[in-house]
């Protein structure tokens, strides 16, 4: 097992977890000085089924979490060119999508994201493309050659105390 962030091993019998930046991750000595370092959560020893007996395995619920279609980065500018290649003013877009001129200029200007439903809304009154398929990001441009597997440290920038 190795650090999450800097990549050296790690004890697998006792591994390090600590909270760094709101996220619990398996560190070494190192980088557990970075956040604070967490008690293993207790393990249930058994669970009780809607019957009422006892089972000595945990049910898990396993889903994919992971989102499949994101948000292009740049909507609000794709959204403005999109209204304004039509001729349209905000209040125009705002009655063709039922929505208030207040929603569009704070989409327009970038301080409010679109959630689903409105992005659906947008895509077909201004005929664009505003959700982008998410592919598997190739961490492998990232990897440094000191280290052998892939890190949080190989990806971002961390800021010493």
Do not use: H
Not at 33 to 61: C, E, S
Not at 82 to 89: F, L, Y
């Amino acid at each position: 097992m190795e650090c999450e962030i800097c990549g050296k091993p790690v004890s697998e019998t006792n591994p390090t977890r600590a909270k760094i930046e709101g996220s619990v991750m398996v560190v070494c000595k190192e980088c557990a000085k970075l956040g604070t370092i967490q008690k293993a959560p207790p393990k249930p020893k058994f669970q009780q089924n809607k019957r009422g007996r006892k089972t000595t395995q945990p049910k898990r619920n396993y889903r994919n979490d992971d989102p499949t279609d994101e948000l292009i980065e740049d909507y609000n500018v794709t959204v403005r060119k999109a209204r304004e290649a039509k001729n349209w003013s905000r209040e125009d877009l705002g009655k063709k999508i039922n929505e208030r001129v207040s929603v569009i200029n704070r989409i327009e200007s970038g301080k409010m994201t679109p959630d689903n439903k409105l992005t659906k809304k947008l895509e077909n009154a201004l005929d664009i493309t505003l959700i982008e398929s998410v592919n598997d990001i190739d961490l492998n441009q990232f990897m440094s050659n000191s280290s052998g597997g892939r890190t949080l440290g190989n990806v971002v920038k961390i800021k010493r105390k």
